[in-house]
């Protein structure tokens, strides 16, 4: 009996993603857990002159920015390569 060869278009959970797309899907939930430890890790390692000053403040808002727009460009492009 012949065994059919492996396609990697059949692993793929929906039709429409090219296998170099579900790839990429994922991975985002990686790369979003880095990005938020990233800046939990640095904001650790703050000397106290800085934690009780403005600048942890502006690091704060900073980095809340950062992570939506990370959440939200993998949301988009989930998106962009799902149509």
Known sequence: MRRRA?????SC???SLQPRNSFVLGWQGV????VSMLFTL??????????WSFIL???DMFSWNICMCTILYCVFFSL????
């Open 6 to 10: 492996w396609s990697a278009s059949a």
């Open 31 to 34: 790369m979003l857990d880095i």
């Open 80 to 83: 962009a390569c799902a149509s």
């Open 13 to 15: 959970k929906f039709a």
């Open 42 to 51: 640095l904001r650790a390692y703050v000397p106290a002159e800085v934690r």
């Open 57 to 59: 403040d502006i690091y």
